[in-house]
């Protein structure tokens, strides 16, 4: 297995995702894979993404550009009825677990938010999530922040680029690693 580093956005261009406003979760996913596209190709690593710009490929082609990385990661927003759930979780296997605890801290220490699950893991069958077809082919959904929660939707809009160069940093280690 090569060092390639897979990152996609979560949802489509047909399917928005969650929504707060005119806040759009395929939006933010594709700013999120974009800006950490930016410092990868900075760093030199080798990685795959699943558009460029506005682009994001439907689910199944996400999926697709799993097999042959060393490690794939899908960018998403948390949504929930309670607009005062907060927090940013990963999903993923077992054999993931370390790393996606270590995506959750950059995120959560740039946007000073919670860490949910254990650490930020949350295993594969835990949640009600839609897109766990990309956990079970071996790749990570990244639970970025609730973009149902008006105060962390603000800091990330804020901070986005802190927080792609802080995820980017934990995908340039394990490249090199
Ligand atoms: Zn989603």
């Known amino acids: 297995m090569g060092n390639i580093i897979t ?3 979560g949802h489509s261009n047909t399917d928005p ?3 707060n406003g ?3 979760e395929a939006d933010k996913a594709q700013d999120m894979r974009n800006i950490v596209a930016y410092y990868l190709k900075q760093a030199d690593v080798e990685f795959r993404v ?4 506005k682009g994001n490929l439907p689910l199944s082609k996400a999926i697709d550009l799993i097999k042959g990385s060393k490690l794939a990661v899908e960018f998403h927003c948390n949504a929930s009825s309670n607009k005062t759930a907060r927090g940013v979780e990963a999903l993923s296997q077992l054999k993931d677990k370390s790393i996606s605890q270590k995506l959750c801290k950059a995120v959560a220490d740039v946007m000073g938010i919670p860490l949910r699950g254990d650490r930020g893991w949350k295993p594969e069958n835990s949640g009600q999530h ?4 990309y956990v079970a082919q071996g ?5 970025l922040f609730f973009i ?8 990330w809009e804020e901070r986005k680029w802190l927080i792609g160069k802080a995820v980017a940093g ?3 280690e394990v490249a090199n690693g």
């Open 7 to 9: 990152i996609t956005a």
């Open 17 to 19: 995702g969650a929504c």
């Open 22 to 24: 005119l806040h759009r």
């Open 50 to 53: 699943d558009g460029e710009g």
């Open 130 to 133: 839609h897109r766990l077809g």
């Open 139 to 143: 790749g990570i959904v990244l639970e």
């Open 148 to 155: 149902s929660n008006d105060a962390e939707l603000a800091i």
């Open 170 to 172: 934990v995908l340039i």
